[in-house]
């Protein structure tokens, strides 16, 4: 399975990013997909997911109200819709998925295939 995200970029404190992750090669009946994060220095940490049907999905708490995950499955993309965005959004985004499942998951550890990642900088 390949991953490519794609839509990072370079805005402004309070402006918008959408972010989008192809997957393309191995298929599944179903999959779960996340995103995460990465600032410098820091450990990669969970932003959101959703699951197979796009019924479900959760987020952190430190994007809750202003990013949304949304799927598309017949484009076998995944979205992330990221308004008010803050300094504290600069990250690599990673893209990953979990194959077979149904039901979302919010550990790293659970994600079988991760996406190369995109750059998202927020300035002040």
């Known amino acids: 399975v390949q991953l490519q995200a794609s839509g990072g970029g370079l805005v402004q404190a309070g402006g918008s990013l959408r972010l989008s992750c192809a997957a393309s090669?191995?298929?599944?009946?179903?999959?779960?997909m996340g995103w995460f994060r990465q600032a410098p220095g820091k450990e990669r940490d969970f932003v959101a997911a959703i699951s197979w049907s796009g019924g479900s999905s959760y987020y952190a708490d430190s994007v809750k109200g202003r990013f949304t995950i949304s799927r598309d499955n017949a484009k076998n993309t995944v979205y992330l819709q990221m308004n008010s965005l803050k300094p504290e959004d600069t990250a690599v985004y990673y893209c990953a998925l979990k194959g077979g499942a149904v039901v979302t998951t919010t550990l790293e550890d659970e994600y079988d295939y991760w996406g190369q990642g995109t750059q998202v900088t927020v300035s002040s």
């Open positions: 090669g191995r298929t599944f009946s179903s999959y779960a």
